[in-house]
Nanobody, 114 residues
Framework: EVRLVESGGGLVQPGGSLKLSCAAS????????MSWARQTPGNGIVRISW????????TYLDSVKGRFTISRDNARNTLYLEMHNLKPEDTGKYYC???????RGQGTQVIVSS
């Protein structure tokens, strides 16, 4: 069974940082590209970052470029998202996604507020 479990969300002040993790199991993690997506209040789920299977290539939504960094540890079957200079508009539920397998975790909530 494919399983993705996110962690690391929480409440943070504007300008703060968080690091999200996603533990993957049930598939050969190192063979698959991975993504982070988020759902902000009143909106659908939007992919914000992608990383290829080997970790050499990444892409970002313009609104998070320069502030967020996606990475992976294939030895630990774990995907990460480091978020810096967080803004109130980053508030939302963050998901770890593998699109080919149609797999998505339960999400972790991030709230950016003073």
């Amino acid at each position: 069974e494919v399983r993705l479990v996110e962690s690391g969300g929480g409440l943070v002040q504007p300008g703060g940082s968080l690091k999200l993790s996603c533990a993957a199991s049930g598939f050969t993690f190192e063979n698959y590209d991975m993504s982070w997506a988020r759902q902000t209040p009143g909106n659908g789920i939007v992919r914000i970052s992608w990383i290829n299977s080997g970790g050499e290539s990444t892409t970002y939504l313009d609104s998070v470029k320069g502030r967020f960094t996606i990475s992976r540890d294939n030895a630990r079957n774990t995907l990460y998202l480091e978020m810096h200079n967080l803004k109130p508009e980053d508030t939302g539920k963050y998901y770890c996604v593998q699109y080919t397998l149609s797999a998505r975790g339960q999400g972790t909530q991030v709230i950016v507020s003073s």
